[in-house]
C-alpha cells in the first residue's frame, strides 16, 4: 500500500506504462498525481488517491490515448460510476 504520492508514482508505473507509449509516460503519471489531489478534494479526507480499480478502468478505456486518459480521469473523478460502467461493458465483450 502506497503511502505518499512518490510511492503511489512508482507503484502504477508499470501499469500505465504497460499503457501508455513511452513518450507520454511520464505526463500520464503526472495527470494521476492529478487525479489524486482532485480525487482528494472530492472524496476526502479518507479518500487520499484514486482507488486502485478506478485507475485499472480508465487505463482500459484509454487505449493508450494521453488525450483519452485526460478525459476519463477527468470523468472518473467526477462520478467515476460511468467510467466503471464502461470499463466493465469493455470487459464483458472480450472474447
Known sequence: MAVGSHQR???RRPIVAA???EPD???ALDLFDLA???WHDCYGPRDLAVPPGVVD???LLCEGSLRRLVRLALSATWDFRDVRMAADSKRSARP
Open 9 to 11: 508514482r512508482e507503484e
Open 19 to 21: 499503457v501508455v507509449p
Open 25 to 27: 509516460l511520464e505526463a
Open 36 to 38: 489524486d489531489l482532485a
Open 57 to 59: 478502468d480508465i487505463l
